[in-house]
């Protein structure tokens, strides 16, 4: 009875080891460098803060102009509050009066 031997080659051991550094190296990059690695997300926190900053200031922007609406809304007129619109809007005052604009 006749059979075949081969001889082991060292060369086929090292494939399974070399494609997994390949998947874990490929992985291992993007996970720092990709578009939502490391990298990435800091960026995105970057932003976040930027953004949440954007919205505190427009918060108290229109909580100001909700202060003034409620002060010149029906029942609740409040004389100088249109006075002093009506002037800022008209561009006119009186000639004895002083305008400072802030």
């Known amino acids: 009875m006749w059979t075949k031997h081969h001889k082991k080659r060292k060369l086929g051991r090292l494939v399974l080891p070399v494609i997994t550094v390949a998947f874990l190296g490929y ?23 930027e953004r949440q900053a954007r919205v505190d200031v427009l918060v108290d922007q229109r909580q100001r102009l909700e202060k ?17 619109k009506a002037r800022f809007a008209l561009n006119m005052s009186r000639s004895d009066e002083i305008v400072i604009f802030h």
């Open 27 to 49: 992985f291992g990059y993007h996970s720092i460098h990709g578009d939502y690695g490391l990298n990435a997300m800091e960026e995105f926190e970057r932003q976040r803060i």
């Open 68 to 84: 003034e609406v409620a002060l010149m809304s029906n029942g609740s007129l409040e004389r100088d509050m249109l006075d002093e």
